[in-house]
């Protein structure tokens, strides 16, 4: 019998005829990688063949699910997609929360892989009586959630969808995967999705799983919810992440105009502004003290133009909501207009407005909801398009009409990348990385990724834990798998002077998130738990019946992180990759306060080798020979 919260097996389906067969998943496995990041990190290397492409039908496409989900335990309802990426080359995983967890787990898997590749549009219909392929030709060219809600319209109630949109059936690298409005973004899954001629994949529940202690499971459900409403999630609740584009303009830390600036004096339209502090120096040290998430800290950009137009959260907040099992509710919807609503976040916001130059509250949204549209992850499409300004202002790329701060190019470069209708669209469908060797000129050193997965809205010369967080990660430039920012910000380090304790603190974030994206939990409860690994091992021993200790979780943490180097290794990982562009680390920033932020090659050199001795790595940031046997992946 398997643990509580586990069926024991993954179904692997080939989308070539929709037939299917049981991969047995015993206790070591599951025990070992949870569920979810982990779990999906196993399979791929389990399943998916050595050097292949990502876009090939032999590349597996994982949804790795969690022993919490089907729980009453509070943002449980998560799931991971895993891949190869055809934007890095390497292991991408992206986490999301809907009702698709609920009911693709209660299909009766831990996991559903495909491989193959449909002859004709198609969907995959999972449930009690096992998979099958459908035709999807009426599908085509629909966005994602036109495709979820006619198909759920046409197959009844209980089904849950997840679909991709245009950019995905034409192979955009950073397409997405989305579900109930909700977006698997990052790394181009959406891609391997439509590689494999599928539009969708729905689901249906057909069973129930059992907790070992359900009383326990109960009573920790009701504490964890209790927490959930307190202080540590309330920045969430009132404001959402958006605050954080107000907080990190104050203290110089949001890439402005493909990060040739760190501060944007359009910030104030944007950002969610709930009060004022100074800026610059005096920002920086108002959000030093505060401590923890910069949404704690909710600052002005320094502008008092009493004339400026209200900023978007004032104009266009309409509601908040939350997520499936979710007692949070973070959601923040604004209306993008023609009656449309959206979700909006704060790196969508960064990634489309300061990153590009644009301050217009209404082209923001709109660039948003066109990325919601196309199925297009925001901030790939955001940095390529910022680093495509750079070069158009440069004369390295003929489009005289695409500029930082014009609002309708924008909008025009997300339709030509969506639907590949231009030579232009096609090389920015490529992400910034391949699209800055086409061009070559010297673009490579402004192309703002790492493993050629996009920066997210954190500048690294004023954070210098995140920026290692950022070199070493095995997804790319993520700030969701390592969480370094936190210690930047805690004020118990000097963020602009990275040394051995930025080390300590990136490692440290690297396997909470690791734990937490493999049970899974939500991230936003990170503040909830005094002593993490302990509490974390006291549910998952309820849900499992497993005698886990915090101690087991921190080396959990530890295999899952060198299980995903490993794989990132064996299809082609070089220690160069390991890096930041080559801007943050030659072109000083100026403050406010005239003093110069800058990130040194070598203090970037040392940090990483710090990391690297830390995770016990050689010098090169390899594993010891003989660590994939014992880690059970050779």
């Keep these: 019998m398997p643990a509580g919260g586990y069926f024991g097996r993954a179904l692997v389906v080939d989308a070539t005829d929709g037939s299917a067969v049981t991969l047995p998943l015993p206790d070591e496995v599951l025990r070992g990688y949870l569920g979810g990041a982990g779990l999906g990190t196993w399979l791929l290397h389990r399943l998916g063949p050595p050097g292949v492409d990502p876009l090939a039908p032999e590349a597996p496409l994982a949804f790795a699910f969690s022993p919490l989900v089907g729980t009453p335990l509070t943002t449980s309802a998560k799931f991971a997609v895993v891949a190869k990426s055809p934007l890095t080359g390497l292991l991408t995983d992206a986490l999301a929360s809907s009702q698709f967890a609920i009911a693709g787990k209660l299909t009766g898997h831990d996991a559903i892989v495909v491989t193959g590749r449909a002859r004709t549009p198609s969907v995959l219909l999972i449930d009690g009586d096992g998979a099958r392929r459908q035709d999807a030709a009426s599908l085509a060219g629909l966005t994602a959630a036109e495709a979820e809600q006619g198909l759920r319209d046409q197959l009844g109630r209980g089904w849950r969808v997840a679909a991709i949109g245009p950019a995905g059936e034409r192979g955009v690298r950073y397409a997405t995967i989305s579900h109930d409005g909700r977006h698997a973004g990052r790394g181009g899954l959406g891609a391997v999705m439509g590689a494999k001629n599928l539009k969708a994949i729905a689901v249906r529940a057909a069973t129930k799983v059992a907790s070992a202690d359900p009383a326990a499971v109960l009573a920790a459900a009701r504490d964890l919810r209790e927490r959930s409403f307190g202080p540590a999630t309330a920045k969430y609740r009132e404001l959402g992440t958006l605050a954080n584009l107000l907080a990190f303009n104050a203290i110089s830390a949001l890439p402005t105009r493909n990060f040739q600036s760190a501060s944007f004096e359009g910030a104030r339209r944007l950002g969610a502004d709930h009060g004022s502090a100074g800026h610059g120096e005096a920002g920086q040290r108002e959000a030093n003290s505060a401590g923890g998430d910069p949404a704690s800290v909710v600052p002005g950009d320094g502008h008092t133009d009493a004339a400026a137009p209200a900023n978007l959260a004032e104009m266009r907040r309409v509601a908040r909501s939350g997520c499936a099992s979710c007692t949070i509710g973070c959601e923040h919807i604004y209306r993008v207009g023609g009656g449309r609503k959206a979700r909006v976040e704060y790196e969508n916001v960064f990634a489309l407005g300061p990153m590009c130059g644009v301050a217009d509250p209404e082209a923001v949204l709109a660039a948003s909801g066109r990325c919601d549209d196309l199925g297009l992850d925001t901030i790939s499409a955001g940095g390529t398009i910022a680093w495509a300004m750079e070069c158009a202002e440069r004369g390295l790329i003929d489009a005289p009409w695409l500029r930082f701060g014009d609002a309708q190019a924008l909008l025009r470069a997300l339709d030509e990348i969506g639907e590949r209708s231009s030579p232009l669209g096609e090389l920015l469908a490529q992400g910034s990385r391949a699209a800055s060797r086409t061009v070559g000129a010297g673009s490579d050193a402004f192309a703002p990724h790492v493993k050629g997965l996009e920066m997210p809205g954190y500048e690294p010369r004023t954070l210098h834990a995140m920026a290692l967080g950022l070199a070493v990660n095995a997804r790319g430039a993520d700030h969701n798998r390592s969480g370094a920012y936190e210690a930047d910000l805690s004020g118990d380090l000097d963020r602009t002077d990275g040394g051995a304790a930025h080390v300590t603190a990136a490692i440290e974030t690297e396997d ?64 160069a990759d390991d890096w930041l562009p080559a801007r943050l680390l030659e072109e000083p920033l100026t403050l406010a306060s005239g003093r110069q932020a800058r990130l040194t090659p070598a203090r970037l050199r040392a940090m990483i080798d710090g990391y690297y001795k830390e995770r016990g790595l050689d010098a090169m940031g390899r594993p010891v020979p003989g660590i994939a046997e014992h880690l059970g992946l050779a």
């Design 512 to 575: 909470r998130a690791a734990v937490m994206d493999s049970m899974i939990l939500c991230k936003f409860l990170r503040g909830v738990f005094t002593d993490p690994f302990a509490e974390w091992a006291v549910l998952l021993s309820a849900v499992t019946g497993w005698d886990v200790t915090g101690d087991e979780l921190r080396a959990t943490a530890r295999r899952i992180v060198l299980a995903k180097r490993l794989y990132n290794l064996r299809e082609g990982w070089r220690p």
